[in-house]
């Protein structure tokens, strides 16, 4: 992506702003740096999920006519440009305008078997410093373990191929440690690494490298490259960038050379120029294919409405069938309970008529006891005294002679089981 140089914010900025450009991406609708201040390095969106930045109008960034653009960045120069001078005239009225910075200032830096230091540590002052010392004393050694520890390679030190060629003579591994302030309003996520930040480089005689970054009280914050990346894009150091870190040998070639075009390849590439160069091509590839990617849906536009509404229909149906399926479970349920009602209505018939047939029962029952005892009552009267029935026999005779209706008693049990029956 395409990245905005620093605006200078006074007078005393400028040869900052000149020694250090900026490779921060700012978003335009950013007034407040949030963007800046989190800690995340901005990377270029990938084709297969294309970022959709919009405008102040609403539109996508592609979809702007070139005249629609240039009114664009002019609106985005204006603001930004507002921004900065409200920020320039707040650090005038609070007298800090010419300070030291805040932040991005280098405090302190450790050697451990590097190069030709056994162990050397500097503790730097505000504003400019001097290391003065006779020639390979190791002058250039403190320089190329500042661009070594900040993420540098070895091949921009001009002091070596490769990693393992800048540890000590005779040693297994080398340590830089860099002490960075990180104080003020710009500083890089001060919530989690506080005032300092102490970033430590550890490189190993096979080659190979650690990071570590430390806050200030030593404790370890982030192992990984891409938080070191992002803290030197928050804070302006760019070790590569030959106006930041001058070798001796980029120094003599820019001196020794007196062909114009080499100078201004020097000048393009110390004010990243030649980088933007190279990014604006990539966003002009990127917008291409992504346009190339957007012409491909437009064409794929009417098959998918197609698919959708195929899909819509068969989502319709399977509503239907969903809504037919808990339809039939109601109605089962409903004939479920309808058969209980039934053989509930049956029952309670089935009850009735069982009372009906106890009550039956106890009549039967009461009159089978009543039907027993007068035939004891008589067999008594057979197995009593053959005075007593004689006595008995003639009462009975004498009644039916007073009273010839009377029933005899052999005819009195026949009586008695028609009445019962």
Partial sequence: MAKRPRPVEDASDASNAQRLPSKRVRVANDDNGRNARNGKAHKTPKVSTPATPRSESGKRMWELTPEELELEEEEFERRESERMQARIEQRRLNGSAGAVADCGVIESLELKQFMCHGHLKLDFGPQCNFIIGHNGSGKSAVLSALTIALGGKATSTGRGSGLKSFIREGQS???????????????FR?????????????????????????????????????????????????VDNPLTVLTQDAARQFLSSSHPRDKYQFFMKGTLLTQLAHEYELIDEKIAQAQRFAEGGKETLADLQQKREAANAR???????????????QLGAELAWAHVAGKQAEL??????????????????????????????????????????????????????????????????????KRFN
């Fill in 315 to 329: 989502y319709a149906q399977a509503e239907r069938a969903r809504d037919m399926e808990r339809e039939k479970e």
């Fill in 190 to 238: 001060p919530e989690v690494f506080g005032d300092t930040i102490n970033v430590t480089r550890t490189i190993l005689a096979q080659g190979a490298s650690t990071y570590k970054l430390q806050d200030a009280n030593g404790k370890v914050v982030s192992r990984k490259r891409a938080d070191l990346t992002a803290m030197c894009d928050h804070l302006n150091i760019q």
């Fill in 173 to 187: 591994a080398a340590e830089v440690t860099v002490g960075i302030r990180n104080r003020g309003e710009d500083a």
């Fill in 348 to 417: 309670n018939e089935v009850n009735q008529k069982l009372s009906k047939a106890q009550a039956h029962l106890r009549q039967v029952d009461q009159k089978l006891e009543e039907l027993r005892v007068s035939t004891s009552c008589d067999y008594s009267l057979r197995c009593a005294d053959p005075r007593d029935r004689y006595n008995t026999a003639m009462r009975k005779a004498l009644y039916a002679l007073l009273k010839p209706s009377c029933r005899t008693r052999r005819s009195e049990p026949r009586w008695r089981r």
